[in-house]
């Protein structure tokens, strides 16, 4: 990997580990727009500071972008959560594994 990809995927990874930037991308992965009340159901446990912090950054990154009906992804922003799509198959595998482990005699 190249010095400029690396750097690209370290401003990413720097992003997106904030405290909920993922499970907001995530939220709005459907496609349809929610209002800040909505979204910060569907995100669930996110303060409306943070939110509005997360919303500031993903905005910032183009990756959402907020019109009449609320906020909605951008096109980079339904690129990103599509190349994610491959998360819940993983998560189901991982989680099915570290129940295993806990089921084992030590």
């Known amino acids: 990997m190249s010095a400029k990809e690396n750097t690209a995927i370290h401003q990413l990874l720097g992003l997106l580990e904030a405290r909920y930037a993922l499970r907001v991308l995530w939220a709005l992965r459907d496609g349809h727009a929610q209002t800040f009340r909505l979204l910060q159901d569907s995100v669930g446990g996110i303060t409306p500071n943070t ?4 919303l500031k950054e993903l905005r910032g990154a183009e990756l959402i ?14 690129d990103l959560t599509k190349r994610l799509s491959d998360l819940p198959a993983f998560a189901a595998k991982w989680t099915a594994n570290q129940a295993r482990k806990k089921e084992k005699p030590a």
């Open 65 to 78: 972008a907020h019109g009449g009906e609320g906020y909605s992804l951008t096109a980079a922003g339904l």
């Open 51 to 54: 939110l509005n912090t997360r």
